[in-house]
């Protein structure tokens, strides 16, 4: 079943430009992980985000967790082609007894 | 690279058949995870091993089974299989079991013809 959901689904923006994508989830979680998914191949890793920690910062990456609204986003900076993925939010509760549940994902595309 | 390796990259076989598909998770990783990926359900956790036992079960259909051998590399067998089967299948490590990044493979992508 899909914990997180990903909005927008698909999001094109300018070469340079900031890109937002948020995730719901519905239950309470022990962290949430943000990954990116170039066509056909497998998931990157870019971010771990704890339940007590509000905002976590990686390179031209910024995500953040409100647990009370159960949700997060995940912010790209001075977005480059090179950014076109998609971008999962998955999020793991306690002790990790699920694995990890994704969303449907975001589809960023990055105009030259 | 992620350091996790997955073999075969593309399997085709048909309706009723029998696969195995395997992977060897990074170096110092003691957690195996399984993904199904499919357009239909997305990305769904089927099952993960630590250090060599089942630790945790997903969303994986009985015709499947997984394993971990002494070596930590893991294999994840379906057999009779269904058109439904056709997808990808991710593996993924992590140093320990769980509050940890998980590290994907490329994966195997299954054609059921």
Redesign the interface.
């Known amino acids: 079943s899909?914990q997180g959901e990903e909005d927008p689904q698909a999001l094109s923006i300018q070469e340079g430009e900031n890109a937002t994508m948020n995730c719901s989830y519905k239950t309470s979680i022990?962290?949430l992980?943000w990954?990116r998914q170039n066509s056909?191949?497998?998931?990157?890793?870019l971010i771990?985000i704890?339940s007590n920690e509000r905002e976590k910062h990686s390179g031209r990456l910024r995500v953040t967790l409100d647990t009370s609204k159960k949700s997060s986003s995940l912010l790209i900076t001075a977005s480059r082609a090179a950014d076109t993925a998609s971008y999962?939010c998955?999020t793991?509760v306690g002790?990790?007894?699920?694995?990890?549940?994704?969303?449907?994902?975001t589809h960023l595309i990055i105009q030259p | 690279d992620?350091g996790?390796t997955q073999t075969p990259k593309h399997l085709i076989t048909a309706t009723g058949q029998r696969v195995t598909l395997r992977c060897s998770p990074r170096s110092g990783d003691l957690s195996v995870?399984w993904?199904q990926q499919s357009l239909d359900q997305?990305?769904?956790?089927?099952?993960?091993y630590y250090n060599g036992e089942e630790?945790?079960k997903?969303n994986i259909l009985e015709r499947f089974s997984a394993q971990q051998f002494p070596d930590l590399h893991s294999e994840l067998n379906l057999s009779s299989l269904e058109l439904g089967d056709s997808a990808?299948y991710?593996c993924?490590s992590s140093l320990r079991?769980?509050?940890?990044?998980?590290?994907?493979?490329?994966?195997t992508?299954l054609s059921i013809l």
């Open positions: 899909q022990n962290n992980q990954y056909g191949r497998g998931l990157v890793h771990l704890r999962f998955a793991e002790g990790g007894a699920d694995g990890l549940t994704f969303g449907k994902g | 992620s996790v995870y993904y997305g990305l769904q956790f089927l099952i993960q630790r945790a997903g990808l991710f993924a079991q769980d509050d940890q990044p998980q590290h994907f493979g490329d994966g992508r």
